[in-house]
């Protein structure tokens, strides 16, 4: 048996390459140690996913580990689709909607903070950290503040280790949650190529 | 009088009966299998009240049983006034136990719903409420005048008894609670205690309504008085006790003196003049006095109102 | 409806030890209302196990169905094919359903993943409030419409008792907070129907045997049943 925590989640030979093509997710390294977590963002396409593209046109520094999702509002966001990414192999998962007050179809960013504090309560049931999820609130002229929660919260991430149950395979949590929200996530229009408002 | 005229021929019942002035008293079993300490309570009470409450697993707490207790008390030279809460015991149950407290020569019985299991030491316990209060006091009386059981059957011997009920003249809705007195009446209540009074003009106000339906006449109604040993118990009942009535002016007045001996001179000096005030209102039979854990006070309390000595019944 | 709670994680996982093949089932009726055993709740358990036990280290495969209604045998032909497969079955339907999917799968292991808890009535979204407790023998025609059995905490039938204090029953627990006395309730609206007189009524011992104080119950409609 694995006396020593760290023996059990050395990288197996046969990820390895793939994980150099396809960094973070299969790079499993020991410890927190250059450990690069996968962090899945479900965003929300009015705010945050709106301010990542302006923080993607300001230039401005945020880690590659986090991949988006997009959602028409976080509303659409369930108890099982957070489950789901973690057990697909995220480290990390949050939920970034309007400010509160200001969502479009009003309380949808209100039933996404319920739904991530309930699996917050799931987590802890099964002894995995609750800080592995989160609900993040910005609006879409927040370019600096997407970039700045996206940093802190991959640190949080490196911080807790890898995901316990992450599977060991040569796909990432991205790919398998994007096919499982299936219509419910909107097309990635990305990102960086779009100018940004003025 | 013969004694045939009488119902259950207890003494409290012929104190009542005979238009006398009512002191009874209150005794809880201990906690363990204690056999001294009704026979101490019973020593300090005996002389000067007409009987005794015996109370039933109060406040849903596990004490010994009201039925060897009420028999300990009677060895004791005390009247026991038996109490039976429908929380723990089915009609079955409360049949037998009748019959066997009567064959033992417990006469006075005071029916009662009995505080919910939430508030005792067995909070996880089921609770029976097979019968309600109104239901156990009929069931009694037909055994008593009907010689029937409560499925109708009959009996042979009947259990000669004093049926008594409470009465929360505080609790709420308060327009139904004389109504709620006369339901019991019609049951076969002879007897009834009400619950601790703090608040007199509210229970004047109630005994206005009950006088108003003329049901002094047809029940004898004790009225419990519980004397105050200081402020933090003025304070608990006010808060803590739920259907208790225990008006500001009360609890000043016993923040007013200081603790220990000075206050618990004030909480008897207060019963005294309460029992006073309460004997003038027309229709109350005698008084209930509720000294939990303070019987030792009672003696002093009862001579202090003048209610000494208690009268002897044939 | 039926209500129910799930059960705590914990005493759901320990029922798993030593199976290596676990269906969570749910159900669609009831149990889904309430939120708690429904398609979706039995997807959420079912994953919170494979995590759990993941993390473990243990070799366990759980999926999870769900059946329209588990206590009608009809419906659970359309999962049985599934639940064949299982030697383990989580039932996250009310005490009926999990018993009907444990007869009809019998001795197939059937394990309750809830807690059926009353007959209740949703106060608001999410809330549900008890509301029958199938005693056999209506009363609530004299008690307007209000039920003494189950809404008293003592079921009482001829009034309050003397805890009830502004309306709110001598009960109060920490987890429920206030309760409304239920004869408080019934005095306010017999007095608004203008019946405040049934009140005054003494009212017999209730006949308890017609509830499950009488054994368990069965009820047949001869004039229905198929010719
Ligand atoms: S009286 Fe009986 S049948 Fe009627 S609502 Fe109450 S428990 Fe249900
Ligand atoms: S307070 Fe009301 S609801 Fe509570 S037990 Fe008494 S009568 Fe029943």
Known sequence: ?198 | MSATQYKAGSNLEKILSEGKFAVTGECGPPKSADGTVIEEKAKILKGFVDAVNITDNQTAVVRVCSMASGLQAQQNGLEAIMQMTCRDRNRLAMQADILGASILGIKNILCLTGDHMSFGNHPEAKGVHDLDAINLIKMYKDMRDEKKFQCGDDMDVAPALYIGCAENPFGDPFEFRALRLKKKVEAGADFMQTQCIFNIPKFKKWMEEVRAIGLHKEIKILAGLTPLKGVGAAKYMKNFVPGMDVPQEIVDRMASVEKGPPAQAEGKKLAVEMIKEIAEIEGVAGVHLMAVEWEVAVPEIVEMAGLLPRPAVA | MITAERKPFDEIYAMTEGHDKVLVAGCDTCVAVCLTGGEKEAEILAAELRIKAKEDGRDVQIEHTAAIRQCEWEYLDAIAAKVEEYPAVLSMACGIGIQSMAEKFAPKLVLPAVNTNMLGMPQEHAVWLERCGACGECVIGDTAGICPVVRCSKSLMNGPCGGSHDGKCEVTTPEKGDIDCAWALIWDRLKAQGREELMLVNRPPKNWSKSSSGGPRKMVREEAKPV
């Open chain 1, 1 to 198: 048996m694995a006396d020593e925590p760290t023996a059990a989640v050395t990288a197996p030979a046969d990820t390895a390459a793939t994980a150099a093509q396809a960094p973070p997710a299969a790079a499993e390294l020991p410890a927190n140690e250059g450990f690069e977590p996968e962090i899945i963002v479900f965003a929300c396409h009015y705010c945050a996913y709106a301010a990542a593209d302006l923080a993607g046109s300001m230039r401005l520094q945020y880690p590659s580990n986090i991949r988006m999702i997009k959602l028409p509002c976080t509303g659409k966001l369930e108890v099982i689709h957070l489950l789901r990414a973690l057990e697909a192999g995220a480290d990390g998962v949050y939920a970034a909607g309007c400010l509160e007050g200001e969502c479009h179809y009003l309380k949808g960013n209100l039933w996404a903070k319920k739904r991530v504090g309930y699996v917050k309560k799931l987590l802890e049931e099964i002894g995995v950290d609750p800080g592995r999820v989160e609900m993040y609130n910005m609006s879409s002229a927040m370019g600096p503040q997407f970039a700045e929660t996206a940093r802190d919260f991959t640190a949080r991430i490196r911080g807790l280790g890898p995901n316990p149950v992450r599977p060991r395979a040569g796909f990432t949590a991205h790919e398998v949650v994007l096919k499982q929200m299936g219509d419910l996530a909107m097309p990635d229009d990305s990102a960086s190529d779009t100018p940004s408002g003025s």
